[in-house]
T-cell receptor, first 112, second 114 residues
Framework: SQQGEEDPQALSIQEGENATMNCSYK?????LQWYRQNSGRGLVHLIL?????REKHSGRLRVTLDTSKKSSSLLITASRAADTASYFC????????????FGTGTRLLVSP | NAGVTQTPKFRVLKTGQSMTLLCAQD?????MYWYRQDPGMGLRLIHY???????AKGEVPDGYNVSRLKKQNFLLGLESAAPSQTSVYFC?????????????FGPGTRLTVL
């Protein structure tokens, strides 16, 4: 069964706007990861946030984690057409060996 | 480094046929995984391996078998393909280091079973 549910399922914005995607999960976790998937390609790791962290930044990405609500959000600032992709959250209950459980993904379309 | 590669990229099978998907990684990773991706379902773990010679079942293992005879290779087999196995299959790998939790994915194999 899926651990994560993502919201919205699809998001369409203009270049320069910010994009926010949300992920909710069901069980306690060790860390939560976000991946990007371009059409027809494999997944690429974007950022990882551990259960004892509340916010993390990487370039134009900002991730928050609220373990009390079992939710996370991914913010992409100043979006570019090249950010068009599907974004997935994945949760891990352990360190080391990663048995990730993926969400259903958000399809982001950034128009020029 | 090539990273994670998958062979073949596309395949069409008839119901009942068998095939093997090959995954290879050149990063000396201990852990390897096979996922399937279906529309609206995200990725689901089929089988995984924590080291050479070891395999274990994931979330959706029925109808699949795997082998990890060499550390760098992880094979996924379909003995008797069914239309329900039409999907995109992804292989991934990750290192043993517990401080490094990222998984590295291959480009995928698109399989259609008629």
């Amino acid at each position: 069964s899926q651990q994560g549910e993502e919201d919205p399922q699809a998001l369409s914005i203009q270049e320069g706007e910010n994009a926010t995607m949300n992920c909710s999960y069901k069980t306690s976790i060790n860390n939560l990861q976000w991946y990007r998937q371009n059409s027809g390609r494999g997944l690429v790791h974007l950022i990882l946030i551990r259960s004892n962290e509340r916010e993390k930044h990487s370039g134009r990405l900002r991730v928050t984690l609220d373990t009390s609500k079992k939710s996370s959000s991914l913010l992409i600032t100043a979006s570019r057409a090249a950010d068009t992709a599907s974004y997935f959250c994945a949760t891990a209950q352990n360190t080391g060996f990663q048995k990730l459980v993926f969400g259903t993904g958000t399809r982001l379309l950034v128009s020029p | 480094n090539a990273g994670v590669t998958q062979t073949p990229k596309f395949r069409v099978l008839k119901t009942g046929q068998s095939m093997t998907l090959l995954c290879a990684q050149d990063m000396n990773h201990e852990y390897m995984y096979w996922y399937r991706q279906d529309p609206g379902m995200g990725l689901r773990l089929i089988h995984y391996s924590v080291g050479e010679g070891t395999t274990a079942k994931g979330e959706v293992p029925d109808g699949y078998n795997v082998s990890r005879l060499k550390k760098q290779n992880f094979l996924l087999g379909l003995e008797s393909a069914a239309p329900s196995q039409t999907s995109v299959y992804f292989c991934a790998s990750s290192p043993r280091d517990p401080t490094y939790n990222e998984q590295f994915f291959g480009p995928g194999t698109r399989l259609t079973v008629l």
